[in-house]
């Protein structure tokens, strides 16, 4: 057994033990707690098969290889591991409050759309995927599907799961780190993902970026 096997074993086994916890203290922590932890699979259920199979193509291009580090492991901080530390542990117990017992439904409202963007934005940019900003071998401009209407759906989808983890978690600092992490990747990542586009595209890309707009769909004129 090699040891990326062993350590790979390791981190599903304490993956494993922490999702029991959280559901173990879901009295403590709310209903939310386990709608977020729901959440929290979905995600990773609908990207882990386009990682896995994106994982052979060529990469040509990356940029900004030592901010994307720093952004991903804000947004792994704020968005998955605090809020996991917290629900299993109780970490942040000082900053919890008092909720209604119908928050959560509102947090669900967010999510329901936020998941169908997230999987048909990863569906319809199929090979062209990566997690990090960066060009891979018969690199395509994809402007079908979702993205006839909206550049950047993925993260569209990403700020409206985000935007449901105050309505889930009953904590003042779990509940908005993700936000704010986030918030930080979006506003430094997205000026260096559209220059690498507009770099490698041309004038393709500048006729795109003009009938669509970042986040929602362009108002007709």
Not at 156 to 178: D, H, M
Request: charge should be neutral; glycine fraction near 6%; hydrophobic fraction near 50%.
């Amino acid at each position: 057994m090699t040891l990326q096997l062993v350590m790979r074993s390791v981190m599903t086994m304490v993956m494993i033990a922490l999702a029991g916890l959280i559901l173990w203290r879901w009295q403590i922590n709310g209903w939310g707690s386990i709608v977020w932890l729901a959440s929290a699979i979905i995600m990773m259920l609908i990207r882990s098969p386009y990682a896995a199979r994106n994982k052979e193509n060529v990469i040509t291009e990356q940029f900004a290889v030592s901010k994307e580090r720093v952004l991903l492991f804000l947004v792994s901080v704020g968005g998955t591991l605090l809020p996991v530390l917290h629900l299993s542990t109780g970490l942040l117990l000082f900053a919890d409050y008092e909720a209604p017992n119908w928050l959560p439904v509102i947090g669900i409202l967010f999510l329901v759309p936020g998941f169908w963007l997230f999987w048909r934005s990863h569906a319809d940019l199929g090979q062209n995927w990566s997690v990090t900003t960066e060009l891979r071998e018969a690199h395509t401009l994809v402007s079908n599907g979702v993205y006839k209407h909206i550049r950047h759906p993925m993260y569209s989808a990403i700020w409206l799961i985000f935007l449901s983890y105050p309505f889930l978690i009953q904590n003042w600092i779990v509940g908005s780190t993700g936000l704010v992490s986030f918030a930080i990747m979006y506003a430094v990542r997205v000026p260096i993902e559209e220059a690498m586009m507009r770099q490698e595209f041309g004038i393709e890309y500048e006729d795109y970026s003009s009938r669509t707009e970042r986040l929602w769909p362009q108002r007709s004129k």
